[in-house]
């Protein structure tokens, strides 16, 4: 499993439009975008995953291993936020 304290928005910027699966269940999410926060952390830049799960997709809150070709296997937490065009979505804070 990835190291998520080594992890930054550079290595998701070229994911946009990728599939990861989530462990365990026959869903995947698509990363669908990168988005970097200004933030005096000394831990590193904040930023943010935001994932299109399929239609109909009903999720809660928490942790989720999501499994990627380039990164391996990484422990998310995710939150459900507002649908995009009816497709249910999810974002990962990192700060």
Do not use: C, K, W
Request: proline letters at 9%; a negative charge; hydrophobic letters at 45%.
């Amino acid at each position: 499993m990835f190291d998520l304290a080594e992890l930054g928005p550079q290595h998701f910027d070229d994911l946009i439009g990728t599939r990861f699966a989530i462990a365990d269940s026959e869903l995947a999410l698509t990363l669908r975008a990168v988005e970097r926060y200004r933030s005096p952390s000394p831990r590193g830049p904040a930023f943010s995953l935001t994932f299109a799960a399929p239609a109909n997709t009903r999720g809660t809150q928490g942790t989720y291993r999501l499994i990627h070709p380039r990164l391996g296997e990484l422990a998310i937490f995710l939150v459900p936020i507002a649908p995009v065009d009816g497709v249910p979505q999810f974002e990962a804070v990192f700060n």
